[in-house]
Nanobody, 126 residues
Framework: QVQLVESGGGLVQAGGSLRLSCAASARTFSSYYMGWFRQAPGKEREFVAAISWSGGTTHYTDSVKGRFTISRDNAKNTVYLQMNSLMPEDTAVYYC???????????????????WGQGTQVTVSS
């Protein structure tokens, strides 16, 4: 079992930055692939980024490439999402997720991530 707690959301102007954190309870944090998803009102939860067990491999959805950076600190059981050049369309609740593996064919779907945090609101004003 993995318990995840996100923090770092808030209100920011367009062009600004935020860093989200996700603290995990798992003793074997380094055995989990970690991901970030987001869900805007009236929309489905969408994949944002993921990072491999050691942090050596990352994946991003096209809309955030070059603006967002996912990273992890296995010594602190924490994964981060650095968000720069934020745009109003980035407004959503951001969720941290964990899974034991990643597949480019299935991991873009939220249904394939078994562990979730409660989410943190990010609002970008224009």
């Amino acid at each position: 079992q993995v318990q995840l707690v996100e923090s770092g959301g808030g209100l920011v102007q367009a062009g600004g930055s935020l860093r989200l954190s996700c603290a995990a309870s798992a003793r074997t944090f380094s055995s989990y692939y970690m991901g970030w998803f987001r869900q805007a009102p009236g929309k489905e939860r969408e994949f944002v980024a993921a990072i491999s067990w050691s942090g050596g491999t990352t994946h991003y959805t096209d809309s955030v490439k070059g603006r967002f950076t996912i990273s992890r600190d296995n010594a602190k059981n924490t994964v981060y999402l650095q968000m720069n050049s934020l745009m109003p369309e980035d407004t959503a609740v951001y969720y941290c997720a964990a899974a034991s593996y990643y597949s480019r064919y299935t991991s873009l779907s939220a249904t394939n991530w078994p562990y979730w945090g409660q989410g943190t609101q990010v609002t970008v004003s224009s």
